[in-house]
């Protein structure tokens, strides 16, 4: 693993010193773990974002919204 150096402010420092209380190994497992999380919601809001500009693009093209309706059916049940 890579080691980096970053800052914080005292009231993160101190949550961090309470690893255990939350089922982490030590501090590190606690922040990887909330990079992964905050990286996953990231990733969440993206698609979302997507989806809704798919969903408005299917609402606003007729012609689109007929050859997708046409794949579904042929969609395998």
């Known amino acids: ?3 980096t150096k970053f800052t914080l ?12 209380t939350y089922g982490f190994k030590d ?4 922040v990887r773990h909330a990079l992964d ?6 990733e969440q809001q993206q698609l979302r974002e997507s989806a809704k500009l798919y969903a ?8 689109s919204r007929e050859w997708i309706e ?3 059916q042929q969609w395998p049940a």
Request: hydrophobic share 45%; proline share 0%; charged share 30%.
């Open 1 to 3: 693993m890579i080691q």
């Open 70 to 72: 046409a794949a579904a």
């Open 56 to 63: 408005e693009l299917y609402d606003e093209d007729a012609e």
């Open 27 to 30: 501090k590190s497992d606690m």
């Open 9 to 20: 402010y005292d009231n993160q420092v101190d949550f961090l010193t309470q690893f255990r």
């Open 37 to 42: 999380a905050l990286q996953h919601a990231f």
